[in-house]
């Protein structure tokens, strides 16, 4: 039962073009939803949040856009750079219900090429 | 400020033997998770500690089992490995509020 997911396991985009990687929850307890970018055997590194209160998150380059009704997020990169090549990993959690676990999706691969 | 520090880095085991990996988290972060990393899987939930309680607990066997000390530092242990237990191990501390976290670099196991 995979509460939060990650469709595209890959995405490829030019650089200073724009990036969208898309995720999809099934548990309308989740209040939380953070992503988070991952380098191989590295920690995830923490880019941006959103709380459910809100449908629009912007940080620098990077804005997460949550709909509630769809239970749909996503992030997008704006310009691309060959530097944001990682994994991104969207992550859910139900801070209202104080379950401080953050439950991931899969990851997608994001490659932006020079 | 020091991130989260996880020790060590990498680990080789033999099936059946025990192992305790450590987390340091942030100064001032009472909060510690701990996840497991494998290809297969992705990102899973172990368990998460906030003033040396246990908090929450995710679906894996009790084998695998964690602790928090008054420093806020964490072990967790994982007894009788198996193949299968061979995965990136990361630990992510936060104030305990539900946002915030921030992960360490991991440690390697791998069981043989």
């Known amino acids: 039962d995979q509460q939060v997911k990650q469709n595209s396991p890959s995405l490829s985009v030019q650089e200073g073009r724009i990036s969208i990687l898309n995720c999809d929850y099934t548990n309308s307890m989740f209040d939380y939803f953070l992503w988070y970018k991952k380098y191989p055997a590295e920690g995830p590194t923490f880019l941006i949040s959103i709380s459910s209160i809100k449908d629009k998150n912007e940080d620098g380059r990077f804005t997460v856009f949550l709909n509630k009704s769809a239970k749909h997020l996503s992030l997008h990169i704006v310009p691309s750079q060959p530097g944001d090549s990682a994994v991104y990993f969207c992550a859910a959690s139900d801070v209202g219900g104080s379950n401080y676990k953050l439950t991931f999706g899969k990851g997608t691969l994001l490659t932006v090429n020079p | 400020k020091a991130g989260v520090t996880q020790t060590p880095r990498y680990l080789i085991k033999t099936r059946g033997q025990q192992v305790t990996l450590s987390c340091s988290p942030i100064?001032?972060?009472?909060?510690v998770s701990w996840y497991q990393q494998t290809p297969g899987q992705g990102l899973q939930f172990l368990f998460e500690y906030f003033s040396e309680t246990q908090r929450n607990k995710g679906n894996f066997p009790g084998r695998f089992s964690g602790r928090q000390f008054s420093n806020s530092r964490s072990e967790m242990n994982v007894s009788t490995l198996e193949l299968g237990d061979s995965a990136l191990y990361l630990c992510?501390?936060?104030?305990?509020?539900?946002?915030?976290?921030?992960f360490g670099s991991g440690t390697r196991l791998t069981v043989v």
């Open positions: 992510a501390s936060s104030s305990g509020q539900g946002n915030g976290y921030t």
């Open positions: 100064s001032g972060h009472r909060s």
